[in-house]
């Protein structure tokens, strides 16, 4: 792309290469996703908070999609990389449903696909700055992944990602088992969310859960946690410590 520059005195112009744009940090970012498998499928817990740098600007932003007939994805990071996610994996989707083949794609597949996609921007120096989890139900068989930002995926039972990563995995680690029912997993990911909303400022109680299974995609309505804020150290929270005021 050109554009042209007049000059100071007005009597000619030039012409000059415009520089390429990328993203170069964050600017609206959303905060953790929780996913977890269940004896059904998979359930996958987000809030809807945008951060604008510090502050919480927005407060009603969906960061969890349902991805053709068998996936549903959940991202972290920036919202306007995720909007370009987005925008890629409908072309995927739409390309794969023009070849009316019968086969649609699965979990894996899409999981496959993001992670190659993530990491061809890295190698770029172009980034998406997200954080993806990627979970899904085909032929009876759960699937639950996550790719960072440089293409680094694996699969497991149980992903978190930002702080989530820190303080929700040794709650599930602790308390997260194959046979949990809907009830239970639902429980488990409201008490992740509980602690990430007392230890992360970027946190909102404002939230979604969502559901995947064989039937297909349920994302709930935003609903908010009951909380506790009476607590000894949210009180005081300098109580003993040296040098504090």
């Not at 061809?120 to 993806?132: G, I, Q, V």
């Not at 699937?143 to 930002?162: C, K, P, Q, R, W």
Request: hydrophobic letters at 35%; aromatic letters at 10%; a negative charge.
């Amino acid at each position: 792309m050109t554009f042209t520059i007049p000059i100071d005195n007005g009597d000619s112009v030039k012409t000059a290469e415009a520089d390429s744009q990328r993203t170069l940090y964050p600017y609206v970012t959303g905060t953790s996703i929780v996913a977890i498998k269940y004896k059904d499928g998979v359930l996958m817990a987000s809030d809807m908070g945008g951060s604008y740098g510090s502050t919480l600007r927005y407060k009603n932003i969906e960061r969890m999609k349902a991805i053709g007939k068998h996936s549903l994805l959940g991202a972290s990071g920036e919202i306007s990389d995720f909007q370009e996610i987005l925008r890629y994996l409908d072309e995927l989707v739409l390309n794969d449903n023009m070849w009316d083949d019968g086969n649609s794609l699965g979990p894996k597949e899409v999981h496959n696909y993001l992670t190659r996609v993530m990491y061809n921007r890295r190698n770029k120096f172009n980034p998406l700055w997200n954080t993806l989890v990627l979970g899904g139900v085909k032929n009876g068989e759960s699937y639950l992944g996550m790719v960072s930002m440089i293409g680094v995926s694996f699969e497991d039972n149980h992903v978190a990602t930002g702080f989530g990563n820190h303080l929700a995995r040794p709650i599930l680690r602790d308390e997260w088992h194959a046979d949990l029912s809907f009830e239970d997993g639902v429980k488990l990911l409201e008490k992740c969310m509980r602690v990430l909303l007392y230890r992360d400022r970027s946190a909102i109680n404002k939230l979604q859960i969502a559901k995947i299974t064989e039937e297909g995609v349920t994302v709930s309505q935003p609903y908010s946690l009951k909380t506790f804020w009476e607590f000894k150290a949210f009180n005081n929270p300098t109580a003993g410590a040296e040098g504090s005021w």
